[in-house]
Nanobody, 125 residues
């Protein structure tokens, strides 16, 4: 059974640079794309970033491109989200997600089939 466990969230100041981690188990990690989504209060869950199984290709939402970086360490079954220049509008619960194959088919929820429990990131102004 696939398990995804996120960590690294918390309360940060505007302009802060936290790094989220997601450790996966129950799968051959390098065989699957991985992604990050977020959901703010009262809003739909939205795509943030994703990477292919090798980590060779990355994808970002326009709202975070240039500020966030997704990476993975397949030897540790871990995917990271480095967040820089945080803004109050980045406040959300951040979810790690497992793709359905080594490549990324969609940057919507339909392209992912397992989810972590989420980690709260709150950006104070």
């Amino acid at each position: 059974q696939v398990q995804l466990v996120e960590s690294g969230g918390g309360l940060v100041q505007t302009g802060g640079s936290p790094r989220l981690s997601c450790v996966a188990s129950g799968l051959t990690f390098s065989n699957f794309a991985m992604g990050w989504f977020r959901q703010a209060p009262g809003k739909e869950r939205e795509f943030v970033a994703a990477t292919t199984g090798s980590g060779g290709s990355t994808y970002y939402a326009a709202s975070v491109k240039g500020r966030f970086t997704i990476s993975r360490d397949n030897s540790k079954n871990t995917v990271y989200l480095q967040m820089n220049s945080l803004k109050p509008e980045d406040t959300a619960v951040y979810y790690c997600a497992k793709g359905k194959s080594v490549f990324l088919s969609h940057t919507t929820s339909s392209g992912f089939d397992s989810w972590g429990q989420g980690t709260q990131v709150t950006v104070s102004s």
